[in-house]
């Protein structure tokens, strides 16, 4: 069997070990084929707006747009696929979406929350194509501040369809210009324009205390039925400005609901769980951190260390982030009494912008709909509450989904290198055992012997003793 083979089984079956849907029932399927759009406002028609959709180079299932109007004040509409439109609550697509909670992606299989037919067709919102969407429609200060805001249905279309990689080259003066941006000038104005924007929207964030890490992430590339390549996926000023729009739309989505005294879904990251232990790795760098959480402080540390030490940023950025603990969702009252999301610095934090691939989203766009069209909420407080610990627990499940194919290539590809030494980073120290990631490649895998004194941030040397694709283990030794 070919390692995409192999690595697809793997999938599949983990899926169903976590609880997850590989495929979808057939009654979902039947009602797939006899779907028609519902209303429950009338729409503004924003069609003629230059929008543009920016992400990774394979996505295709669109969530959002974007377009900024210049002025006094300028604007940044962000448009999210109206989903709900199409999967109503309580159908059975619904019920599968609600099942999973997410969509799962693997290096060789996406496992997509809603069938492709809807999630990369009818759904997203693809170039040259009228859609349905929920427009967050804000205005940002020249300190990067949201001021005015409105949520409101509209009718929207795509021009342009960009992805990271070439944007941000082209932004950074790095490669040419993507085709969409060289043939319509205006296209390229609107993204030098939410380029502007954005980097003062994340201006406005850390000086708030949202904490700026290295998000490097590891991608199995397969060729040829062979895992080839572990690459990179670097962060990038394309990647930031679509972040810097969606912490704000969602930001926005989150008070509307509030200030129409409505209970909503909110993704909170809680006060650190191991502040003591950021505390004594900040110490071994050379800062200071207080006693008592602060994301200012902690976000001045980390930006004095990206400039200082930028080859260990990458390790310490794992370190700190493994040691704040997991985000979750919980539901919030209509009163908007909850925590927030200490990482981003925000206190009205929730999931809206991506309804295609996190049911929480879908849950937050019918929370919305009601609203505007002045209707009865679909979900009560209690009805939340269940929802957003179900989909914290399935989300979980898709996190080990994921991580379990990502090592199971990685093992593929690093079993021929068994009994060579490496350097690494403790990433996970606990009573369920010690992890470490490699430095070069970036590979995770379990200390299985000298693990005892060390903790999440300390540097060793490892041997690499054995691999097991199928498990997803690869396990080391200190040196």
């Given at each position: 069997?070919?390692h995409?083979s192999?690595?697809q089984?793997?999938?599949?079956?983990?899926?169903?070990?976590?609880?997850l849907?590989?495929?979808?029932?057939?009654?979902?399927?039947?009602?797939?084929?006899?779907?028609t759009?519902?209303?429950v406002?009338e729409?503004?028609?924003?069609?003629e707006?230059?929008w543009?959709?920016?992400?990774?180079?394979e996505?295709?299932?669109l969530?959002?747009?974007e377009v900024?109007?210049?002025?006094?004040a300028?604007?940044v509409?962000?448009a999210?696929?109206?989903?709900?439109?199409?999967?109503p609550?309580?159908c059975a697509?619904d019920?599968?979406?609600?099942?999973?909670?997410?969509?799962?992606?693997t290096?060789?299989?996406?496992?997509?929350?809603?069938?492709?037919?809807?999630?990369?067709?009818?759904?997203s919102?693809?170039?040259?194509a009228?859609?349905?969407?929920i427009?967050v429609?804000?205005?940002?200060?020249?300190d990067g501040d949201?001021g005015?805001?409105?949520?409101?249905?509209?009718?929207?279309r795509?021009?342009?369809k960009l992805?990271?990689e070439?944007?941000a080259?082209?932004?950074?003066?790095?490669?040419?210009?993507p085709?969409?941006i060289?043939q319509?000038?205006?296209?390229a104005?609107q993204v030098r324009?939410q380029?502007?924007?954005?980097?003062r929207?994340?201006a406005s964030?850390?000086r708030?205390?949202a904490?700026d890490f290295?998000?490097?992430?590891l991608?199995?590339?397969?060729q040829e039925?062979?895992?080839?390549e572990?690459r990179t996926?670097?962060?990038?000023r394309?990647?930031?400005?679509?972040?810097s729009?969606?912490?704000?739309?969602?930001g926005?989505?989150?008070r509307?609901?509030t200030?129409?005294?409505?209970?909503?879904?909110?993704?909170?990251v809680r006060?650190p769980e191991?502040?003591d232990?950021i505390?004594?790795?900040?110490?071994?760098?050379g800062g200071t951190?207080p006693s008592?959480?602060?994301a200012?402080a902690?976000?001045?540390?980390?930006?004095?260390?990206?400039?200082t030490v930028?080859?260990?940023?990458?390790?310490?950025s794992l370190s700190?982030?493994k040691?704040?603990?997991r985000?979750?969702?919980v539901?919030?009252?209509?009163?908007?009494?909850g925590d927030?999301h200490?990482?981003?610095?925000v206190?009205?934090?929730?999931h809206?912008?991506a309804?295609?691939?996190?049911y929480?989203?879908?849950?937050?766009?019918r929370?919305?709909?009601s609203?505007?069209?002045?209707?009865?909420?679909?979900y009560?407080?209690?009805?939340l509450?269940?929802?957003?610990a179900?989909?914290?627990?399935?989300e979980d499940?898709?996190n080990?989904?994921e991580?379990l194919?990502?090592?199971?290539?990685a093992a593929?590809?690093?079993?021929n290198r068994?009994?060579?030494?490496?350097?690494?980073v403790v990433?996970?120290?606990?009573?369920k055992?010690?992890?470490?990631?490699?430095?070069?490649?970036?590979?995770?895998?379990?200390?299985?012997?000298?693990w005892?004194?060390l903790?999440?941030?300390d540097?060793?040397?490892?041997?690499?003793l054995s691999t097991?694709p199928?498990?997803?283990f690869?396990?080391?030794?200190?040196?």
């Amino acid at each position: 069997m070919d390692h995409g083979s192999r690595l697809q089984a793997i999938a599949r079956r983990a899926m169903v070990k976590y609880g997850l849907q590989p495929d979808w029932p057939a009654a979902a399927r039947v009602e797939l084929a006899h779907l028609t759009e519902r209303t429950v406002a009338e729409p503004r028609d924003l069609r003629e707006l230059p929008w543009s959709s920016i992400d990774n180079d394979e996505s295709r299932d669109l969530d959002q747009l974007e377009v900024c109007i210049d002025g006094p004040a300028p604007r940044v509409l962000v448009a999210v696929a109206d989903v709900d439109a199409l999967v109503p609550k309580g159908c059975a697509l619904d019920a599968h979406a609600e099942n999973n909670t997410t969509s799962v992606y693997t290096p060789v299989q996406v496992f997509p929350m809603l069938p492709p037919e809807l999630s990369t067709d009818r759904t997203s919102l693809n170039e040259d194509a009228d859609r349905s969407a929920i427009v967050v429609d804000m205005e940002v200060s020249d300190d990067g501040d949201v001021g005015r805001s409105d949520v409101y249905l509209a009718r929207v279309r795509n021009r342009a369809k960009l992805a990271y990689e070439a944007v941000a080259a082209w932004l950074d003066g790095k490669g040419s210009a993507p085709p969409p941006i060289e043939q319509d000038p205006e296209v390229a104005k609107q993204v030098r324009m939410q380029d502007a924007i954005a980097s003062r929207l994340r201006a406005s964030r850390q000086r708030e205390g949202a904490l700026d890490f290295d998000r490097t992430e590891l991608k199995p590339v397969i060729q040829e039925g062979e895992v080839s390549e572990l690459r990179t996926v670097e962060p990038n000023r394309a990647r930031d400005l679509i972040e810097s729009f969606m912490v704000a739309a969602n930001g926005v989505t989150a008070r509307f609901l509030t200030s129409r005294g409505c209970p909503s879904i909110r993704r909170v990251v809680r006060s650190p769980e191991r502040w003591d232990r950021i505390v004594d790795l900040a110490q071994r760098y050379g800062g200071t951190l207080p006693s008592e959480p602060d994301a200012h402080a902690l976000e001045k540390f980390l930006q004095a260390q990206r400039k200082t030490v930028p080859d260990q940023f990458s390790d310490l950025s794992l370190s700190v982030i493994k040691l704040l603990g997991r985000g979750e969702y919980v539901a919030e009252r209509a009163d908007g009494s909850g925590d927030g999301h200490f990482a981003l610095a925000v206190s009205n934090y929730t999931h809206s912008t991506a309804p295609n691939r996190r049911y929480p989203d879908l849950i937050t766009q019918r929370m919305v709909k009601s609203v505007v069209a002045r209707q009865r909420a679909p979900y009560g407080f209690e009805e939340l509450a269940a929802l957003a610990a179900h989909c914290t627990k399935q989300e979980d499940a898709a996190n080990k989904v994921e991580r379990l194919v990502r090592k199971a290539a990685a093992a593929l590809w690093i079993s021929n290198r068994i009994g060579q030494d490496f350097d690494a980073v403790v990433t996970g120290a606990s009573k369920k055992g010690t992890w470490v990631r490699l430095c070069r490649p970036p590979v995770e895998g379990r200390l299985e012997r000298g693990w005892e004194g060390l903790d999440v941030g300390d540097r060793v040397r490892v041997r690499l003793l054995s691999t097991d694709p199928d498990q997803g283990f690869i396990d080391f030794a200190r040196v």
